[in-house]
C-alpha cells in the first residue's frame, strides 16, 4: 500500500517541514483542524502505538511538546490538543504512525469532546481487573 508520509520523509512529494531529526519528522497537516495542525511522523515505519518502539514513541511527544510550545508562542495558541488515532476503529486513516498536534484558540469550537457510554459498577470491576491483570 502506498506509504505518503514515507513519500514526504524521502522528498519524493512535498510538504511544510517544520523540524526533522534523525528519528522523525513534523510537517503541516495537508488539511488542518486548526491554522498550525502538525504532524509528528517516526522516519521508521511502524503502524501505530500498538506496535511502535517506545522510545520512538517517546521522542515523538517530546518533539510534540516543543511544537505545542512553538504554536503557544508563535502562534497564539491558548491551548491544543494531542491527538493519535490508533486502527481503522480509532479513526486513523494514513498507516504509519503519527501524533497530531492541534493549537487550540479561545472559543474557537473547533474539536469536540468525544460521547460517553454508560458503564455499571460490575463492568467498571471486571475490566478493571482485566486491565490491572496483564499490567505487570
Ligand atoms: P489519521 O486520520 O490520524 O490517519 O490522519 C491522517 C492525516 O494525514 C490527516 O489529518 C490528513 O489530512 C493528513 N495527510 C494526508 N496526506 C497528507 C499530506 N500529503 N501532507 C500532509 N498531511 C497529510
Given at each position: 500500500m502506498e506509504n505518503i508520509f514515507l513519500k514526504i520523509i524521502n522528498r519524493e512529494i512535498p510538504a511544510h517541514i517544520i523540524y526533522e531529526d534523525d528519528l522523525v519528522i513534523a510537517f503541516l497537516d495537508?488539511?488542518?483542524?486548526?491554522?498550525?495542525?502538525t504532524l509528528v511522523v517516526p522516519k521508521?515505519?511502524?503502524?501505530?502505538?500498538?506496535?511502535?518502539d517506545p522510545d520512538i514513541l517517546a521522542h515523538m511527544m517530546k518533539i510534540s511538546q516543543k511544537i505545542a510550545q512553538a504554536q503557544v508562542k508563535?502562534?497564539?495558541?491558548d491551548g491544543f490538543n494531542l491527538i493519535v488515532n490508533n486502527g481503522v476503529a480509532g479513526g486513523?486513516?494514513?498507516m504509519h504512525s503519527h501524533f497530531h498536534v492541534v493549537p487550540r484558540f479561545a472559543g474557537d469550537n473547533s474539536y469536540q469532546k468525544p460521547s460517553h457510554v454508560e458503564c455499571n459498577k460490575e463492568e467498571f470491576e471486571e475490566i478493571k481487573e482485566k486491565l490491572a491483570g496483564v499490567m505487570s
Open positions: 495537508i488539511m488542518p483542524v486548526n491554522k498550525g495542525h521508521k515505519h511502524f503502524v501505530n502505538i500498538l506496535d511502535g508563535e502562534l497564539g495558541a486513523q486513516e494514513v
